[in-house]
């Protein structure tokens, strides 16, 4: 079945800096996906969605690159703030077949001020 | 719209007792899933219904564990004769039909359990 790898388990950094956060993924057939936020003591909550069309992705304060050659994909915070310290999962679905999405085990993000 | 509503928040049980999770999908959802979460295993996917069916349950432990959906507005995950490496947030979702595939998933605050 679908594997899903997240890179880095922890991350620190200082306001204002990026985050790159990656995952990657072994279904070849595998064309939705999805990053959650999950802010402490919370629920997850959806960042973006993409899909196997989309290469790129913006958001406010944040970039989703998919590389579908090397089944990577990629959660960008720019400028990051400390309102952004939270545990970011990215989350995988196949491309036909049931609903089932597959998670990446969680990045943890700390933005010190 | 409340959102997903799950019952309890927190559940403590003895070691062997029996514990009933309870979720509320967004009305209109027509699908629900349920999760477990810990520090170890992270996120890790139980089972999921469709329009009330049980359509995968290829994460649930084989023994112990069962959910069920009498009705699109509720599902339940109970756990029978729990252990304590079965405490853990449970975690459930609801998803609209609406985009097929690429419909995200609208998740609940979940149930912490503790099994002493």
């Known amino acids: 079945g679908e594997q899903v790898e997240q890179r880095p388990p922890h991350l620190s950094v200082r306001e204002g800096d990026s985050a790159f956060i990656t995952c990657t993924y072994t279904?070849?057939?595998?064309?939705?996906f999805f990053w959650y936020k999950q802010e402490p003591g919370a629920s997850l909550q959806l960042l973006m969605k993409?899909?196997?069309?989309?290469e790129i992705n913006e958001g406010q304060g944040f970039t989703v690159l998919l590389n579908k050659k090397d089944k990577r994909l990629s959660l960008n915070l720019t400028a990051a703030h400390p309102g952004d310290s939270a545990a970011y999962f990215c989350?995988?679905?196949?491309?036909?077949?049931?609903?089932?999405?597959?998670f990446g085990s969680g990045t943890r993000l700390l933005v010190s001020p | 719209n409340a959102g997903v509503i799950q019952t309890p928040r927190h559940k403590v049980t003895g070691k062997g007792q029996e514990a009933t999770l309870w979720c509320e999908p967004i009305?209109?959802?027509?699908?629900v899933f349920w999760y477990r979460q810990t520090i170890v295993q992270g996120l890790e996917f139980l089972t999921y219904?469709?329009?009330?069916?049980?359509?995968?349950d290829s994460g649930m432990p084989k023994e112990r564990f069962s959910a069920q959906m009498p009705n699109q507005s509720h599902s339940t995950l109970k756990i029978q004769s729990t252990q304590p490496q079965d405490s853990a947030v449970y975690l459930c979702?609801?998803?609209?039909?609406?985009?097929?595939?690429?419909?995200?998933?609208?998740f609940g605050p979940g149930t912490r359990l503790t099994v002493l």
């Open positions: 279904d070849p057939n595998s064309y939705y």
């Open positions: 219904f469709r329009n009330q069916a049980p359509i995968d």
């Open positions: 979702a609801s998803s609209s039909g609406l985009g097929g595939r690429y419909a995200e998933q609208f």
């Open positions: 989350a995988v679905r196949h491309g036909t077949g049931g609903y089932k999405v597959v």
């Open positions: 009305s209109g959802h027509s699908a």
């Open positions: 993409v899909f196997s069309s989309t």
